[in-house]
């Protein structure tokens, strides 16, 4: 399999320094921004194929003489190397009802771990196929439990249980995303709920996914949710990346 990089840019180019994608015998996996570069890229990668090479670069304009118009210049890496496995954040979401399991099904194609998690087994048993469910009594301690840079969204039946669970979650200073959902008044009820408690409720996103659209279909919500996560945790480790670098 060669591993074709993006390793500079200069200019406007579809894709960042780091983005992958890995050519093999079958199709393609990854993408390193698509158009005639990507083109380019999988016909060299599996030139080496069939030649045996190991290595490659490839200095290409973004011009009008290969049609993709960016305007930059894009050097790319070609090696033997297949994708390098990597820990992908894990999204907690507690409460099964149409919310919940919309964001779980919305959340399936991202590069992050799922668990959906309720008490109720009835609901769990709706989530979509392939969905990772946990039934358990004590959701709080699965907040307790979870892995630094972890996304917790909470949007159970119960607001006294999004409130303990929400209170869990900022009492922890590791967590990428902590979301729940509701309104301005149920934001403003936590405000003070978290304050008797010693907490700071400003890390607490919500309405979640209320920046998008006043929209209240599951599946909207999900999706403006899943958009609103997504761009926090790539952040969040974006941030991580350049720290451990510098």
Do not use: W
Not at 74 to 100: C, K, N, Y
Not at 114 to 126: F, K, M, Q, S
Not at 202 to 222: C, H, M, N, Q, Y
């Amino acid at each position: 399999m060669i591993r074709v990089r993006v390793v500079s840019v200069k200019g406007s180019a579809p894709r960042e320094v780091g983005a992958e994608m890995f050519v093999g015998v079958g199709r393609p996996e990854g993408t390193i921004g698509g158009g005639q570069l990507e083109y380019m890229a999988i016909d060299r990668a599996r030139q080496m194929l069939a030649k045996g090479e190991t290595e490659a670069r490839m200095d290409v304009p973004l011009g009008p003489e290969i049609g993709q118009c960016c305007g930059g210049r894009v050097v790319l890496q070609l090696d033997r190397s297949g994708p390098t496995p990597e820990e992908q954040p894990e999204v907690l979401i507690f409460g099964a009802g149409h919310v919940g399991r919309a964001l779980a099904l919305a959340l399936q194609p991202l590069p992050v771990r799922v668990r959906l998690i309720d008490a109720r087994p009835e609901e769990l048993d709706l989530a979509a196929p392939g969905v990772a469910t946990v039934l358990t009594p004590l959701p709080e301690a699965l907040v307790r439990d979870a892995a630094p840079g972890s996304a917790v969204v909470i949007l159970t039946h119960d607001h006294a249980l999004d409130f303990l669970l929400a209170a869990e979650a900022l009492a922890r200073t590791d967590l990428a995303y902590v979301g729940m959902i509701g309104s301005a008044t149920k934001r403003a009820q936590f405000a003070r709920f978290a304050r008797d408690r010693g907490l700071d409720p400003a890390p607490l996103t919500s309405p979640i996914g209320a920046g998008f659209s006043p929209d209240k279909r599951p599946e909207v919500i999900a999706a403006y949710t899943a958009a609103e996560l997504i761009a926090r945790l790539t952040a969040t480790i974006s941030s991580k990346k350049q720290t451990c670098n510098s």
